[in-house]
């Protein structure tokens, strides 16, 4: 499953690249990025599996793309009134994490995103 996941995760990043700015602002991808922040916060395994494809990934793909996708990590997920992470806010069920409330979770989202920005920033360019 590990590998379905990482295949089909990286090949919509391939086909759709070129739009990803377009999409994430008009709010299309939010589903989407609540489905991999849900993976990312829940599920180390798969999230060290998505941490080596993108290196893999950097290896085989132009620069910079892996620049611009760190880049707009960054934008979207700085801080808790980023885009991306009222995205996630908006998709959020109301069974996922009862024991937060709005504020306690935009702030548990951004330190997700960032260990992941972190990890990512740490790949050679």
Known sequence: MTDDFKKGFFTTLVILKDYIPDIVIAGGWAPF?????D?????????????????????NYPKN??????????????DETSKGIDLIISQRPETAFPNMNEEQFKHYVVG????????IS????
Request: aromatic share 24%.
């Open 122 to 125: 740490s790949v050679p360019q």
């Open 39 to 59: 993976i990312l916060a829940n599920c180390q395994k798969l999230m060290s599996s998505v941490f080596n494809e993108l290196k893999n990934f950097n290896k």
């Open 65 to 78: 793309w892996f620049r611009r996708f760190i880049s707009n990590m960054k934008t979207y997920f700085a």
């Open 112 to 119: 997700v995103f960032q260990e992941f920005m972190n990890k």
């Open 33 to 37: 990025i609540y489905y991999h922040f």
